[in-house]
C-alpha cells in the first residue's frame, strides 16, 4: 500500500505563506487531494487536483490556495498565500478513492 509523507506545516503571521509537500512511497495515477481538520471541526475538503491537472477548490481558499502535483517526484503540493487565522488546521494529503492518508501537517496562523 502507497504511503504518505507531508511536510512543510508551521506557525505563519497572517498574510504570510506556507508551501505543503506530501511525497508518496510509489507513483499515483489517480486525484489526490487536500483536507483540513481544525480543533473541534470535522474534517473539510481543500483542494484536488487529476492526474491530467485539473483543480477544484473550497470557495474560502480560491485565488489564495494553489494545488500542484509533480508526478516525476511523486510529490503533491499546497500553496497558501494570503493566510487567515481560520486556515489554522491540521493538513492531510489524500488518494482520492483509497483509505489512504498522510499523517498530517500542522499549520498555525497568527493574528
Known amino acids: 500500500q502507497v504511503q504518505l509523507v507531508e511536510s512543510g506545516g508551521g506557525l505563519v503571521q497572517a498574510g504570510g505563506s506556507l508551501r505543503l509537500s506530501c511525497t508518496a512511497s510509489?507513483?499515483?495515477?489517480?486525484?489526490m487531494v487536500w483536507y483540513r481538520q481544525a480543533p473541534g471541526k470535522q474534517r473539510e475538503f481543500v483542494a484536488r487536483i487529476t492526474y491530467s491537472g485539473s483543480t477544484t477548490y473550497v470557495d474560502s481558499v480560491k485565488g489564495r490556495f494553489t494545488i500542484s502535483r509533480d508526478s516525476a517526484k511523486r510529490t503533491l503540493y499546497l500553496q497558501m498565500n494570503s493566510l487567515k487565522p481560520d486556515d489554522t488546521a491540521v493538513y492531510y494529503c489524500?488518494?482520492?478513492?483509497?483509505?489512504?492518508w498522510g499523517q498530517g501537517t500542522q499549520v498555525t496562523v497568527s493574528s
Open positions: 489524500y488518494v482520492f478513492g483509497s483509505n489512504t
Open positions: 510509489r507513483s499515483i495515477f489517480t486525484d
